[in-house]
């Protein structure tokens, strides 16, 4: 049990457009989803925290206007890179939770390449 | 702040071998700890945790203790396999307005048959 799904694993895509990356938790309802971002050899940063329903919560220095956070289920949470470019890319890694427990399932990450 | 420090790698050992992976933390107040590992294309997973100073975590012959005196959370196993071969990171929890996880800089461990 408690399985978290990315989509894509994979994205390449043009400097200036737009990706979505999608996380969902295939068995059990996530009230909480955690975004991370992890540069090559380095630790996962966390991004952003979204509980459903409600805004997310960014952390300092992460621009929310550059990275919307979607969290309108208790299933699925969405992650747009808008407008982006090589410096976005990165390997993008979303974690959910239930209320009131402590422990963060992963998912498998999606690795963005902007060119 | 909060921050995690672990030991640096790559590690390399050979099968059977005994493994210590070193992490240290610094905290406000009173964090869990935990260990994740990550497979080759795979999603972190947790591999261990201790909730509270003296606890012991352990899961698939990994062990850590939660040293409060010396802010430690290392990580052991006394006969290492190939399979064990992944990145382990060490992580605390702290609440900041909602439950947070922050991690160590991961250590990646190769085994040799």
């Keep these: 049990g408690a399985v978290v799904s990315q989509h894509p694993s994979w994205v390449i895509c043009k400097s200036g457009t737009s990706v979505k990356i999608e996380c969902r938790s295939l068995d059990f309802q996530a009230t909480t989803m955690f975004w991370y971002r992890q540069f090559p050899k380095q630790s996962l940063m966390l991004m952003a925290t979204s509980n459903e329903g409600s805004k997310a919560t960014y952390e300092q220095g992460v621009e929310k206007d550059k990275f ?3 969290h309108a289920s208790l299933t699925l949470s969405t992650l ?15 974690s959910a939770k ?9 998912g498998p990450g999606t690795r963005l390449l902007v060119l | 702040g909060n921050s995690v420090t672990q030991m640096e790698g790559p590690v390399t050992l050979s099968e059977e071998a005994f493994l210590t992976i070193n992490c240290t933390y610094t905290a406000t107040g009173y964090p869990s700890l935990f260990w994740y590992v990550q497979y080759p294309g795979e999603g ?10 003296d606890d012991k975590g352990s ?5 850590a203790t939660y040293r409060k005196e010396t802010t430690s959370f290392h990580l ?3 006969s290492v396999q190939v ?26 461990l190769t085994i040799n048959p």
Excluded: M, W
């Excluded at chain 1, 747009?80 to 979303?94: G, L, M, N, R």
């Excluded at chain 2, 399979?83 to 800089?105: I, N, R």
């Design chain 1, 68 to 70: 919307l956070i979607n």
């Design chain 1, 80 to 94: 747009t890179v808008t407008s982006a470019h090589p410096e976005d890319s990165s390997f993008y890694i979303c």
């Design chain 1, 98 to 106: 239930t209320g009131g427990k402590e422990t963060q399932y992963f």
């Design chain 2, 44 to 53: 972190l997973q947790l591999l261990l945790k201790a909730t509270k100073a």
């Design chain 2, 59 to 63: 899961n698939k012959g990994f062990e």
């Design chain 2, 76 to 78: 052991e196993k006394g």
């Design chain 2, 83 to 108: 399979s064990d071969s992944a990145v382990y990171f060490c992580a605390l929890s702290v609440y900041q307005g909602a439950q947070k996880l922050v991690f160590g800089q991961g250590t990646r």
